[in-house]
């Protein structure tokens, strides 16, 4: 079975004047379609550019980047829109709300544009905030307003859920109650996450474990067993 993922020799440089930054540095990984992936490595390490590259937001400088049997990496512009806007969920550390819009509204805006949206609604209900669907982002907690950001990427019906340090902004209960979030929707709907952290402890609730240094993969461990979020101290 081929997978769902699979990044072959990935570089990505920036030529600041004189200098050459090898942000990422020749990344090879797979990943099957339908797990849970945590992304560590310390900072600089090139974690944010992968995922980057992966979600379309940035092109690669070589290498080849599979994602469900076709070679984004050789996508022209249109191709990379349509997939980032279609295909790809995203969640980042700051919610990037739009605060004169609802919640339901938030969700709406992203996912109207889409291919095959979900109802805002529904999906807002899925995410534990069926209570909350008129109020404004500076009325909720941060807690809910990542929910919300969830909720919009999920209502794209992506194929992949790409959260940068999703939990960077919360303090440790809520941060727990969003992986549990992310985690259970993998393990729902089948769909394929993949989350950033500098938080190593919560790295036994992975399928799939990559560590990255200095631009390349400095590690790779898969769980056969991985845990629920609930039972993880840190
Ligand atoms: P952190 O954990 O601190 O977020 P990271 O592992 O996500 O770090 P990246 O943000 O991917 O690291 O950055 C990798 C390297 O590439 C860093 O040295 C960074 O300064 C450099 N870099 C990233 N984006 C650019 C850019 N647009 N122009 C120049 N250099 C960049």
Redesign the pocket.
């Known amino acids: 079975m081929s997978s769902f993922i699979e990044l072959k020799n990935v570089k990505k440089y920036?030529r600041?004047g004189e200098v050459i930054?090898k942000?990422v540095d020749g990344i090879d990984f797979e990943i099957n379609k339908g797990e849970f992936v945590v992304i560590v490595?310390p900072?600089?390490?090139?974690?944010?550019?992968v995922l980057n590259i992966l979600g379309g937001m940035d092109s690669c400088s070589e290498g080849s980047i599979m994602v469900d049997g076709v070679d984004i990496s050789e996508f022209n512009k249109k191709e990379l829109t349509n997939y980032r806007r279609d295909d790809v969920g995203f969640v980042f550390q700051f919610y990037n709300l739009i605060q004169n819009l609802t919640a339901v509204e938030n969700v709406e805006l992203a996912s109207q544009i889409c291919k095959n949206p979900l109802e805002a609604d529904v999906v807002l209900c899925e995410v534990g905030l069926g209570e909350r669907l008129l109020n404004f982002p500076a009325q909720l907690s941060g807690g809910e307003q990542q929910r919300v950001s969830i909720a919009r990427a999920l209502a794209k019906n992506p194929k992949l859920l790409l959260c940068d340090e999703p939990t960077g902004a919360l303090d440790y209960n809520t941060g727990k109650a969003i992986l549990k979030l992310l985690q259970d929707t993998c393990r729902e709907n089948g769909m394929t996450v993949i989350v950033i952290t500098?938080n190593s402890a919560i790295t036994p609730m992975a399928d799939r474990v990559i560590k990255i240094k200095n631009g390349k993969v400095s590690g790779m461990t898969v769980n056969e067993n991985p845990i629920s979020v609930e039972t993880i101290e840190w």
């Open positions: 920036y600041m930054i942000a490595g900072s600089g390490a090139g974690k944010t550019t500098h």
